[in-house]
């Protein structure tokens, strides 16, 4: 049996347990393995009990998406504003916390990043949105610091988030061992503050 039981629904948190059930679930299994009905076994409800909270299994792809947004967004912030006020050190703090997330929740992250807003959905969650403007409030702040370079802040925003999604891909994927991962963060964080 998953997590709970049939009691989750009762208590009113059954959406949550289900975004944690499919948040382990994609972590080991990947996105196909993912399925409404399954979720609702491994969380021990009604076959039909899933749907009331999403429609489909796009939208809880989606869902799981913006959590992940969420998430990510709430430890890049923690980690500039836990650090002191030297730029390069809040930069690789924020560098840090995107590439833990992404190598420990690598499926989490593909999944966020290939979700598409289109005519028929929403704007980007608010997750997405906070984790955006984070990282281009930073990215301004060392412009305006004399530490980044000059030029469009968007695609500086866009090459750093690009960067730092490169460094996981390798580390996950084995290209690059466990232990490089300080020195590559190190480098990036030299690169675009030279």
Request: proline residues 3%.
């Amino acid at each position: 049996m998953g997590v709970t039981d049939h009691r989750a629904y009762h208590h009113g948190n059954l959406r949550a347990v289900l975004l944690a059930e499919a948040e382990r679930t994609l972590r080991e299994h990947g996105p196909d393995g993912l399925s409404l009905r399954e979720l609702a076994r491994l969380t021990g409800v009604s076959h039909g009990a899933p749907r009331r909270h999403f429609a489909d299994r796009q939208a809880l792809l989606d869902a799981l998406a913006a959590t992940g947004f969420a998430r990510l967004a709430d430890e890049m912030c923690a980690a500039i504003e836990e650090t002191g006020p030297d730029y390069r050190t809040r930069l690789r703090a924020a560098a840090a916390a995107f590439v833990r997330f992404a190598v420990h929740d690598g499926a989490l992250l593909d999944l966020m990043f290939a979700s598409k807003t289109d005519g028929h959905h929403s704007a980007l969650p608010e997750g997405a949105v906070r984790l955006f403007s984070a990282v281009g409030d930073l990215v301004r702040q060392g412009q305006q610091a004399q530490v980044l370079p000059r030029g469009d802040p968007e695609r500086l925003r866009l090459l750093l988030i690009a960067t730092l999604q490169g460094i996981a891909a390798l580390i996950t994927s084995g290209r690059a061992h466990a232990d490089q991962t300080d020195d590559l963060l190190d480098d990036a964080v030299e690169l675009f503050t030279r």
